[in-house]
């Protein structure tokens, strides 16, 4: 599926929804003490998002990897922050929320790495490089895979014996 606006992608969706968690989270008694944790928890949190968005606004696969990685070393450093929280004996009451937000950032980490793998072994080099000339090598390439298959499934249709069923071995 090809997606034209980063709104519409679940993963970018995800992440929105743990910043809105741990916006929520942080206004809990617990994050009022005195330092920067409450606040360097929710730069973190919303930085996943942030960097999905602009890596997606780029307009090339090779910038778009780069802030990918950095939204999944925010996500990364939400949850290190969470264990933290957790760990503290005044958040004991917190721990099943903390463990929730905790596995909702890991989701959002490995969505991250599976579409930054995906994008790494892809010839696609983003919206930007798109030209008149790419565009039709792409649907020239897309024409001559679509009329390989046919010629294939015609042929096995035509003569199965010389075709072993896709399963076999």
Avoid at 24 to 46: I, N
Avoid at 158 to 164: G, K, M, T
Wanted: hydrophobic fraction near 35%; aromatic fraction near 8%; proline fraction near 4%.
């Amino acid at each position: 599926m090809k997606y034209e606006r980063f709104e519409d992608l679940p993963v970018w969706r995800a992440a929105i929804d743990l910043a809105h968690q741990v916006y929520a989270l942080t206004r809990h008694e617990v994050f009022t003490q005195p330092g920067d944790l409450r606040d360097q928890l929710r730069r973190a949190a919303l930085s996943v998002s942030n960097n999905i968005a602009e890596g997606f606004e780029r307009g090339s696969t090779s910038e778009l990897l780069a802030f990918l990685y950095i939204a999944r070393g925010s996500a990364g450093e939400v949850r290190s922050m969470l264990h933290f929280v957790a760990e503290c004996e005044e958040s004991k009451h917190l721990r099943s929320q903390i463990s929730d937000l905790k596995s909702l950032a890991e989701s959002c980490s490995r969505q991250i790495r599976a579409w930054a793998d995906s994008l790494q072994n892809s010839e696609i080099r983003g919206q930007r490089h798109l030209t008149d000339k790419t565009r039709r090598e792409h649907e020239s390439r897309r024409r001559a895979d679509a009329f390989k298959q046919q010629i294939e499934k015609t042929l096995r249709e035509a003569r199965p014996q010389d075709y072993p069923p896709p399963n076999a071995e």
